[in-house]
């Protein structure tokens, strides 16, 4: 029961592939939008996650779902949930 729980508590992000050239491992690019209270605009922010994909099946470009996992190397601690959108070719 504990487990299950667990798992509902986890992150999930979206973002880009931005680099597949690590085996079962893609870096993820998410951006995020922040609104500054000084000057009222709102800003990009962006941020890179290593994500363990254990089929290789995202590329370059694509837009997929990464949730936060137990660390499989020292800096992989989220995995690639699902493809959300395959990269135009």
Do not use: C
Not at 4 to 30: F, H, I, P, Y
Not at 32 to 47: F, Q
């Amino acid at each position: 029961m504990e487990n299950q729980e667990s798992r509902a508590k986890r992150k999930v992000l979206t973002g880009v592939v931005v680099s597949d050239k690590m085996n079962k491992t893609r870096t993820v690019t998410v951006e995020r939008l922040v609104h500054d209270d000084r000057y009222g605009k709102t800003l990009k922010r962006a941020a890179k996650f290593h994500a363990h994909d254990e089929a290789n099946e995202s590329k370059i470009g694509d837009k997929v779902e990464i949730m936060s996992t137990r660390p499989v190397s020292k800096t992989t601690k989220w995995r690639v949930s699902k493809i959300v959108e395959k990269a135009r070719a």
